[in-house]
């Protein structure tokens, strides 16, 4: 054996520091592996396949979230790209307006100074400044994960190519009469001082009080309407009594006038269909300057408009709570109420409650003059083209989800009261009319005038990355035709969380089918919800998100990323702890020792490598020449691949790395490799290269199929296989694909073998056979032909059981012998010098003892009516499982027992 042959073979411990150092996403980036062209589809023929990035925030950091999605999108771009396609992958960074600029300013305010202090201009020089300095972590955090994105293509949302095609996005749905700019009630928050999107706000469960308040009518003063509401400071801000025509308790009531407690305005109560006759008192007080739907009642009935609460969340009334914080004027107003003698009662009352996801503090639904997206006739085609197919959604069930809220889309509030972002394209002249042009010089061209001041605000983060299949193949705005469109456009497979369906993947869709005319993509994944093992959502404020990259440094990327998809199912929940990656870094180095182990045998059998390249290159197994365990696992090996090949197509991901897992460490680590080591001890020397050289190449085939999991320890595992130099990468190779001849394969009697040992392995775990003990199996053949073809099994069957077998016909069973029936076929283990008969007896007899003590307090319980009666089905039915479970282990106890005391 050659010292090259010694130096190819691993080392002995894995090392994921080292391994994932030396392939690095750094190295695959300098080759260029991950480099996409569409020359190669346009001119070349090749089938294109492109995955969209979704563009993780320019102030994030690297999260369970994203390690589960870009592994996913990591597992389909590698595996496509493996099968020939020009798989590219397209990445980039959102600018993440209130994210930051609300980082920007948190810095400022430490040396004193704050955005206004700066000015526009100079401020947003800062915030270039600090992006430029910082932004750049997710990146290089997403690198050290491994993912194969073309980073050349890596778009900024604020690069100057997708500011000119959001500026002509919005210019032309504007004169298309899609964007228009009107008063409507917005979620606002009094900490940034802006618009939030739905997706910004986040609902947590609150405790407040429900007070009920009562309001005398002017005409009968003795009388009052009882309401109940959480918001008693919008008192003074009330316009009407709401009830429901229906309600028979109000009917008379309506068109009387009552009187608003301490503003002591007069309002109507009015009839409205809206009101729910369950909630509350069944009467609702309107007030629309601070609800939505207050607001669509109030517009039904032309009713006035008051605000009592101001940008900052202070209270601008003229009642006495002018200045103070909304929260604090509830108080003091609930206070008064009592004082005043119209306070009813008050009661606990926990809701769901929007919260700004940047600022934590309670968003103020508030009245301003907003810019909007007319969605009707957007959404409406977009419905269509996935409810026809054209776009496959995984689950199928979010299709239900997505229609539900394409049916009653509202119109999009897109403007943003930051300095950080798209500025509006929108300028106003001295009489209040609008001009929205592509500069201000068109402005001034359009108005006639150059007196114009363009809008302050900017444009909502999502409506630059709602082009985002367009602008990371190059549109700037003009027409939607260049290579990159043409080879990659639409896109494949879009990896995302279904809590964006609606933010995201159906705004992406309505502008691919508005500037382009075609679906952006053809199949969205929705990955799973991470939570941990208590079922909670992870979140800072829990301490129960763990950090993936401490977690990395702990068991390794492939670990982790091998566990995450393992343990999350299309469509389910995903329960982590970081004690699961167990499970991964386990599976690594079971695959690290069996590579050495396959390798340590090709150098006993090889004199060197260029011996060993010379014979692998050309081997291919012939089914004539295999042995039994050969033709076995080769058998296992092409259904492994034909599942493996099917579970892609239907995005089962879950499934693929399970079947590997499965495949590695029981067909080809417990079964295969350990026959054949038996096998090698008396082949001919032909032979023996040959066993050598099947079990590098299925070793070798499984390498590549796991690639798109685990891509470092694979990449290093295929270059110690044959002389393969740094610049070439498993990434480029083909991926294995099933063979005809292997389907169906007669793999003779292995299997009869594997469950013959696995009834002798079964035993002697049954009876406490220590394990260095050879023990004596007799095998009473059920027939004379099958006697030769058992015997040729006998040296792995007693290699695998540590056991001398006979395999006869006419076998009269042992005294005391343990036995088992297989196909037909008795075993009979005869048990005497293997044990102490008296302790194991004396051990069963205790164990079935205290078995029966337990079928005995079962079944009382069972017979309990009032049990079975009053307890959950469920509850019962676990108690009826445990019986069953508890009596068949007593039957195999009680004969384990009579066995010994034959």
Excluded at 91 to 103: N, R
Excluded at 791 to 806: A, E, N
Aim: net charge negative; proline share 4%; aromatic share 10%.
């Amino acid at each position: 054996m050659s010292d090259q042959l010694r130096h190819s073979n691993l080392e002995k411990t894995y090392n994921h520091h080292d391994v994932e150092q030396r392939w690095s996403s750094a190295h695959w980036e300098e080759l260029g592996v991950y480099e996409a062209e569409s020359s190669r589809v346009l001119e070349g023929g090749k089938e294109s396949y492109t995955v969209l990035m979704p563009p993780p925030n320019v102030t994030g950091s690297l999260t369970l979230g994203h390690v589960l999605n870009h592994t996913l999108q990591d597992i389909f771009i590698r595996y496509q790209r493996m099968q020939g396609r020009e798989a590219l992958w397209l990445p980039g960074t959102d600018h993440a307006g209130i994210a930051t600029q609300t980082v920007v300013e948190k810095k400022l305010r430490k040396e004193g100074i704050s955005r206004h202090d700066l000015g526009r201009r100079e401020f947003l020089d800062h915030v270039w400044q600090w992006r430029d300095e910082y932004g750049g972590l997710i990146t290089r955090q997403l690198r050290k994960l491994g993912i194969s994105c073309d980073w050349r293509r890596n778009l900024f949302t604020m690069d100057e190519r997708a500011s000119k095609a959001v500026r002509h996005a919005f210019i032309s749905l504007y004169r298309d009469g899609l964007i228009y700019r009107g008063k409507r009630i917005i979620n606002w928050c009094p900490v940034s001082q802006t618009a939030l999107s739905d997706e910004e706000v986040i609902m947590k469960s609150r405790k407040d009080e429900l007070v009920y308040v009562s309001y005398p009518l002017v005409s009968r003063p003795e009388e009052s309407i009882t309401i109940a509401t959480v918001r008693p400071e919008t008192i003074l801000a009330d316009v009407a009594i709401a009830v429901n025509p229906e309600d028979p308790r109000y009917r008379d009531l309506i068109g009387e006038l009552c009187v608003v407690p301490v503003a002591g305005r007069h309002i109507p109560v009015i009839a409205d269909s809206y009101v729910d006759i369950e909630f509350g008192t069944g009467a609702l007080k309107i007030t629309p300057a601070h609800d939505p739907n207050d607001y669509d009642v109030a517009s039904r009935h032309n009713l006035p408009v008051i605000t009592v609460v101001g940008r900052d969340g202070r209270m601008i009334d003229d009642f006495g709570y002018r200045g103070m914080d909304r929260f604090e004027a509830r108080k003091k107003i609930v206070h008064d109420l009592e004082e005043r003698g119209n306070l009813v009662r008050t009661e606990e009352y926990e809701h769901n409650v929007g919260y700004s996801e940047r600022a934590d503090v309670v968003v103020e639904p508030y009245l301003s003059e907003q810019w909007f997206v007319n969605m009707k006739p957007l959404a409406e085609k977009a419905l269509e083209v996935v409810e026809e197919g054209e776009i496959t959604f995984h689950p199928r069930h979010w299709l239900s989800t997505y229609r539900h809220w394409m049916e009653n889309i509202q119109d999009w509030c897109i403007s943003r009261q930051l300095w950080w972002g798209h500025r509006i394209p929108a300028w106003y002249d001295s009489e209040g009319r609008t001009w929205v042009a592509e500069s201000y010089e068109e402005a001034c061209h359009l108005a006639g005038t150059d007196k114009l001041v363009q809008d302050e605000d900017v444009l909502d983060t999502w409506f630059s990355s709602w082009l985002w299949p367009l602008t990371t193949l190059g549109w700037d705005g003009g027409h939607c035709d260049n290579d990159d469109i043409r080879a990659f456009y639409p896109t494949s497979t879009l990896v995302t969380g279904p809590d964006i369906i609606f933010f995201w993947v159906a705004r992406m869709i309505m502008a691919g089918l508005y500037f382009k005319g075609e679906i952006p993509f053809r199949d969205v994944y929705f990955t799973s919800i991470i939570r941990d093992l208590k079922g909670r959502k992870l979140s800072k404020s829990l301490g129960n998100s763990p950090d993936p990259l401490k977690v990395i440094d702990t068991y390794g990327t492939d670990a982790l990323r091998f566990t995450i998809v393992y343990i999350a199912p299309l469509g389910q929940d995903v329960l982590f702890g970081e004690e699961k990656c167990e499970l991964g870094r386990n599976f690594a180095t079971k695959i690290w020792n069996a590579t050495r182990l396959v390798f340590m045998q090709r150098e006993k059998y090889f004199t060197d490598m260029d011996e060993f390249s010379s014979m692998y290159r050309e081997f291919r197994p012939d089914p004539d020449a295999c042995s039994g365990p050969e033709r076995w696992i080769l058998q296992r090996y092409h259904a492994l691949l034909e599942g493996y090949h099917q579970a892609f197509r239907q995005f089962r991901l879950n499934d693929i790395v399970r079947s590997l897992y499965e495949f590695f460490r029981g067909d080809y680590c417990d079964w295969y490799l350990e026959a054949m080591k038996i096998e090698l001890d008396t082949a001919a020397p032909e032979d023996a290269r040959a066993k050598v050289c099947l079990a590098i190449s299925v070793l070798e085939g499984v390498m590549k199929l796991l690639h798109p999991v685990m891509p470092f320890m694979t990449d290093e595992i295929w270059h110690h296989i044959l002389d393969r130099s740094a610049e070439e990468s498993i990434s480029l190779q083909a991926m294995p694909q099933p063979l005809e001849q292997w389907r169906g394969l007669d793999v003779g009697g292995f299997g009869l073998v594997q469950s013959i040992v696995s009834e002798i392995r079964s035993i002697r775990a049954l009876f406490s056979v220590p394990h260095d003990m050879e023990a004596e199996v007799i095998v009473k053949a059920s027939r004379q032909s099958a006697v030769a073809e058992l015997q040729s099994y006998s040296p792995i069957i007693s290699g695998l059981t540590r056991s001398r077998v006979d395999i006869v016909v006419d076998a009269v069973r042992p005294p005391r012998s343990a036995s088992a029936v297989v196909d037909g076929h008795e075993l009979f283990v005869p048990l005497k010098g293997l044990i102490s008969f008296e302790k194991e007896i004396a051990r069963l007899e205790k164990e079935v003892a205290n078995v029966m003590a337990y079928v005995k307090r079962l079944e009382k319980k069972l017979s309990n009516q009032g049990f079975v009666a009053n307890a959950p089905e469920e509850v019962v039915r676990k108690e009826q499982e445990k019986l069953h479970e508890a009596q068949d282990n007593l039957e195999k106890l009680q004969a384990n027992l009579h066995v010994l005391s034959d």
